[in-house]
């Protein structure tokens, strides 16, 4: 069982990957050296549709516990290969501990998300020198468990009155597909791919969210936890002209350019924070799990 989690991404390598003496070894196209990563401290292994992986190397994945994600061209995990072993795997571990999760812990992580997305879009106006940063801090000191007073859907309607004061009549409505809307739009969802990438790569469970929820939804839980990056996607989104067309290549390089931006000044691009978040989520519910285990 694996005593670290580590993510071996390789959606963007073109090359081969074998196996050898306990280690997968990673050998790219373009370079004559390998690398040896050893199968008992990994996690997780993305594969792109630009790497072939030896049968050997799949089977020793499944016997050390390792998850594989098929990866489509976006980088976005398309299927998994998980082991059938006895023994627990620290992704079995991770999904055996979201599924027990219990009512108030999802209520309570739902209500911390709304904050940070209230004050994500508080501190997205100010930065952008606009009235309304008050209002919606006022908002989200009110939020409670579970936000049952439903004070994100208060916040976006205040939120959006303020957000883009040069066009008079925006209002936000998803799947328009012209104006402001298609670019929020467009720019989401390269986010969430991210997001779901970043919930897979941590060995979570992506249909059970702590607040999404849907027949039709397998990944409730990235539509969770991208929430409290929309702010920064909308203050980039700002400094484009609203009659920006997406039937421009720039301007969808633009949106996808605003996904890479740095997160706080902290070095971290939003997919890495991302990331982090998923990790974060996935280690205190294993903690939880364990601490109701030994109870």
């Known amino acids: 069982m694996q005593g670290q989690w580590r993510v071996i991404d390789c959606t963007e390598m073109s090359g081969y990957i074998s196996y050898t003496r306990g280690n997968m070894r990673v050998k ?169 990438k970043a919930v897979i790569a941590a060995g979570l469970i992506p249909a059970l969210g702590m607040h999404h929820h849907n027949r039709g939804n397998y990944f409730c839980l990235a539509d969770d936890l991208l929430e409290p990056y929309r702010p920064a996607i909308d203050r980039r989104v700002a400094e484009l002209g609203s009659e920006a067309s997406l039937a421009e290549r720039s301007v969808k390089r633009y949106l996808v350019e605003v996904i890479n931006q740095q997160m706080n000044g902290t070095g971290l691009t939003i997919p890495s924070s991302l990331n982090d978040f998923a990790q974060q989520y996935g280690f205190v519910l294993r903690r939880a799990y364990g601490s109701a285990s030994r109870a």
Not at 83 to 88: K, N, Q, S
Not at 155 to 167: G, H, L, S, T, V
Not at 171 to 193: F, I, K, S, W
Request: net charge negative; with cysteine; glycine share 10%.
């Open 28 to 196: 790219r196209d373009d370079d004559d050296t390998v690398a040896d990563v050893p199968l008992a401290q990994t996690a997780v292994v993305l594969l792109g549709l630009k790497v072939s992986c030896s049968a050997a190397a799949l089977h020793e994945m499944a016997r050390h516990g390792v998850s594989v994600m098929l990866c489509d061209w976006r980088g976005i995990p398309d299927a998994a290969l998980h082991a059938w072993t006895d023994t627990p795997t620290t992704v079995t571990q991770r999904q055996l501990a979201q599924s027990d999760m219990t009512l108030p812990r999802r209520k309570n992580a739902w209500g911390r998300i709304v904050q940070a997305k209230i004050r994500g879009q508080a501190a997205c106006l100010d930065s952008l020198g606009i009235d309304g940063g008050g209002i919606l801090r006022g908002i989200a000191a009110s939020v409670r468990s579970g936000d049952p007073s439903n004070c994100e859907g208060h916040a976006a309607r205040e939120y959006w009155k303020f957000m883009f004061p040069a066009d008079e009549d925006f209002h936000r409505m998803p799947g328009e597909g012209v104006g402001r809307n298609a670019q929020l739009d467009y720019a989401y969802t390269v986010l969430r791919g991210f997001a779901v």
